[in-house]
């Protein structure tokens, strides 16, 4: 395993004359719970989105897993499991034949995995019901459950608990814990300072497209909470 399984450098994102991303940086340590913080709008879908190249960058290099993308691309992306914005599944198909349909297009042994990542989640009772009747944090975990169907060393989760209850917010976070424990990385985009200290190990604060912090939790925190530093670099550069 790469030490870093994310890695940018000079990441730039334009639309037209908007500045999306700007000269991004971004180190993601291979082995932990990573959060992009940063209000909505600040550019955290986009950079997710450049990097699994759902959208090209202006500028700028990037790699997954050690490999350069876009040039490596497929390689890389096949172990890589991601959720952009809220997954979307056939609602007159069960979870289980969801999934059955999404492994198809995995690599060999996805098929055999559909039982044990629906176990995972904890859908195994709901599985042979229509995805239609399902609750947005069921679907939010067979989302995940999709994405552990390659068997991912890195899996990148954009606002997983948007919308969630507090019992679903706490299930999610026990399951990305969970996949750090087995040696899994994961980044996980949020507006919620409490869900990433809560959850991560380290993190970046993205503000206007631009990374103004990255590093350690308890470094980007220096003994206060992360709401503090969070206000304090982000109100510096509105203010400015």
Request: one cysteine or more; a positive charge; glycine letters at 12%.
């Amino acid at each position: 395993m790469t030490e870093h399984v994310i890695r940018t450098s000079g990441l730039t994102k334009r639309f037209g004359n908007r500045t999306a991303i700007d000269q991004v940086d971004l180190d993601v340590p291979a082995g932990c719970a990573f959060g992009l913080l940063g209000v909505n709008g600040a550019g955290k879908t986009t950079l997710i989105r450049m990097l699994l190249g759902l959208t090209p960058a202006s500028s700028g290099r990037m790699w997954l897993l050690g490999l350069p993308v876009p040039a490596q691309r497929t390689r890389a992306l096949r172990r890589v499991g991601a959720i952009v914005e809220e997954p979307r599944f056939h609602p007159h198909l069960s979870g289980r034949d969801n999934l059955r349909a999404a492994a198809a297009f995995r690599g060999p042994g996805a098929a055999g995995r559909v039982d044990a990542v629906l176990d995972r989640v904890g859908l195994s009772d709901r599985a042979g019901e229509r995805v239609g009747g399902y609750s947005l944090g069921m679907r939010q975990r067979l989302g995940i459950a999709r994405c552990l169907l390659s068997d991912p060393q890195l899996l990148i989760l954009d606002e997983p608990t948007n919308g969630l209850d507090p019992a679903g917010i706490h299930e999610t976070r026990a399951l990305m814990r969970s996949f750090v424990a087995e040696g899994r990385t994961v980044v996980v985009s949020s507006h919620l300072l409490v869900e990433v200290e809560k959850t991560c190990d380290a993190a970046a604060i993205i503000d206007r497209g631009r990374i103004v912090a990255q590093g350690r939790i308890r470094e980007l925190t220096s003994g206060g909470s992360l709401e503090e530093r969070f206000l304090e670099l982000t109100a510096h550069l509105h203010h400015a």
